[in-house]
């Protein structure tokens, strides 16, 4: 993959890792609006997810970089996004657009990342979606509840 630099988000953590990966996946955006969106294509994602934290877990790690890589390639990799409970054919919030499936990617990260003992924060995802378009998604300090 190549070196890619990233918007870097504004926090007062020890520690901050960074996770890049990519899948592939096919999407369509069901509105008028979306243009040639609409009919079924597909994308190569490159990702990058930041987390951040002050306590290390049992073995050392903020979070292991597999556990992110596999919450998020394991579960979109080869799909059609549209069948994944996560998005809606209904309500614009949910359409797998770009911006979406970054929230989605940090929605599925943070629910994970709640359940562990020293509770780090997933401050930033970054999706690539071509290579001239990219989308940053990050929470705001209510979201984290």
Known sequence: MMQ???PAPVHDFRYELNKDFHFAAAHYVPHDEAG???KLHGHTYFVNITVAGDELNDSGFLVNFQLLKSLVHKRFDHTVLNEDGLFSEDTSERFPTTEVVARVIWEVVQKELNQTV???KCLQVFVRETPTSYVVFRPKKGDFA
């Open 4 to 6: 890619q630099i990233y």
């Open 36 to 38: 040639n969106c609409r």
């Open 118 to 120: 020293n509770k780090p």
